[in-house]
């Protein structure tokens, strides 16, 4: 696939957090685990976590989400990366903010239900902050930016 499907909105932070979660799934997971070398970046069945690099309390990140056919091309330009393995029950997912809420944007359909891996960049947090430190009353919209791209693997 020469351009992955792919949805993007701003979505507020809660509690310095946000998720993309499969729409079918059973909601949230408290076994979310950490992804190796990215703190940042937690997983388990049908969910993502992504938190903040910002201490900003209110603020609203871009979020883009990708499916891939297959791993795509190391997209350079990220401050921070992270990979993780994940099981999708429904193969749609939306972008949410950490407390649960309205999806924002438009639901992707990343493939059938399975196995996906999932490659997380975020950059930008420190931007935010430091917008904050010349604005305390600022409320940052897409200053601090993800990106997610899925594809499927086996088992």
């Known amino acids: 696939m020469t351009h992955p499907r792919s949805t993007e909105a701003e979505v507020v932070i809660d509690e310095g957090r946000l998720t993309v ?11 979310a685990g950490p992804s190796a070398g990215a703190p940042w970046l937690l997983t388990a069945d049908d ?13 609203y990140p871009a979020v883009r989400v990708e499916a891939w056919d297959r ?5 350079e330009g990220w401050t921070e990366t992270g990979e ?3 099981r999708l029950s429904g193969g749609t997912v939306g972008i949410l903010p950490f ?3 309205e999806v924002a944007g438009e639901p992707l359909v990343v493939g059938p239900p399975g196995r996906y891996a999932v490659r997380a960049h975020r ?3 420190e931007r935010v902050d430091a917008l904050l430190r010349d604005d305390p009353e600022a409320v940052p919209h897409g200053v601090e930016r993800f990106l997610l791209q899925f594809w499927p693997v086996a088992g």
Do not use: M, N
């Open 84 to 86: 993780a393995v994940l």
């Open 99 to 101: 407390g649960g809420g």
């Open 71 to 75: 791993a795509p091309a190391a997209d």
């Open 123 to 125: 950059t930008g947090g």
């Open 21 to 31: 979660e499969d729409l079918a799934g059973g909601g949230w997971a408290v076994a």
């Open 47 to 59: 969910i993502v976590i992504l938190a903040s690099a910002s201490d900003a309390l209110l603020q």
